[in-house]
C-alpha cells in the first residue's frame, strides 16, 4: 500500500515530521510519500491562508497522488479536504 501525506502548507519540516510519524506505526510493506505545498502559507493563521492553502492541497495531490492508494491530508482545519475527496479517485 502507498499512502499519500499532504502538508499543505510550505514547511517541509512539518511533512518530514508527519511521515516518520506515520512510518512508525505503519504495516509493514506500507510506504509512506509525504508531498508539501509549493507555494502559500508556511504556517496556516488565517482564512485567505487556508484558501491558498486548499489550492495548494489539490496542487499536490494533482502532482503527486496518482500512484498512491490512499491520500490523507496532514494539517489542522483540512484545507481543502472537500475538493480533494471530489478530485481524488482514491479513498481521502
Given at each position: 500500500?502507498?499512502?499519500l501525506l499532504i502538508?499543505?502548507?510550505t514547511s517541509s519540516e512539518i511533512t518530514d515530521l508527519v511521515v516518520a510519524s506515520a512510518r512508525r506505526?505503519?504495516?509493514p510493506g506500507t510506504v509512506i510519500?509525504?508531498?508539501t505545498g509549493r507555494f502559500g502559507?508556511?504556517?496556516?493563521?488565517?482564512r485567505a491562508g487556508a484558501a491558498i492553502a486548499a489550492h495548494a492541497t489539490l496542487d499536490a495531490y494533482a502532482a503527486h497522488g496518482g500512484d498512491a492508494d490512499v491520500v490523507g491530508l496532514s494539517c489542522f482545519g483540512d484545507p481543502g479536504l472537500a475538493g480533494l475527496r471530489?478530485?481524488?479517485s482514491q479513498p481521502v
Open positions: 500500500m502507498r499512502l502538508n499543505p502548507n506505526v505503519a504495516s510519500l509525504g508531498a502559507p508556511r504556517y496556516i493563521v488565517s471530489e478530485l481524488a
